[in-house]
């Protein structure tokens, strides 16, 4: 806050609100929003690419065979059923991939690809770091595309996940069901959470 001197203005000092240096915090209403990235490791990059690789190529060479080996109709279009299907399904893991993490005094909000998922800050139990992903049991959702998102279960039992990066996770206990997020600042994110969790969801 920068205040000019008293005789600029009839009522005492004039102030200004000046730009801030730290883009990620902003100020509202009396708290704090505090955003942390998501980003994807170099193992879903390259799990992502290659998994396209290999869906483009497999329907190249199938179609191609079914168009002119005569196969048939039938062939050709169960072939492009099958194409549709797993482009919808990659389209889901990119919807539901994580791309940010934004925390306020009231709500952490998982920022997806498309939408969001907003978790109120007085439904958290608890968060801590969580490093048993590597090992866990997938239920049903993506291992790998775009990151790992859907139903996994493991030593703390089952949980839903918004991850870019397994290697820098946190697990979040709230009153209806576990999560396990990542972010660029895990530590940073268990940190502040509990400190919202300690204050009554007020910051």
């Known amino acids: ?117 907003a978790l109120p800050i007085r439904d958290i139990i608890s968060i801590e770091r969580y490093g048993g992903m590597a090992t866990d049991l997938r239920l049903f959702g993506v291992g790998g595309v775009f990151g790992f998102t859907g139903w996994f279960t493991g030593g703390k039992g089952k949980y839903f996940a918004y991850v870019g990066d397994h290697c820098n996770t946190v697990m979040l206990t709230t009153t209806r069901r576990k999560y396990v997020v990542s972010c660029d600042k895990p530590e940073e994110l268990v940190a502040l959470v509990s400190s919202l969790i300690g204050n009554g969801g007020k910051a």
Do not use: W
């Open 1 to 117: 806050m920068e205040c000019l001197p008293a005789q600029h203005g009839p009522y005492g000092k004039l102030c200004r609100q000046l730009p801030s240096d730290r883009p990620t915090l902003t100020s509202t209403q009396n708290y704090m929003t505090t955003t942390f990235n998501v980003t994807m490791n170099k193992t879903v990059k390259v799990m992502t690419a290659v998994c396209f690789a290999i869906i483009f190529t497999v329907f190249g060479i199938t179609y191609g065979i079914s168009m002119y080996d005569g196969i048939g109709l039938a062939a050709t279009t169960a072939t492009t059923v099958t194409f549709v299907a797993v482009l919808v399904s990659m389209f889901l893991s990119y919807y539901y991939s994580p791309k940010k993490i934004v925390a306020d005094g009231h709500s952490l909000t998982i920022i997806r690809r498309i939408g969001k998922k």
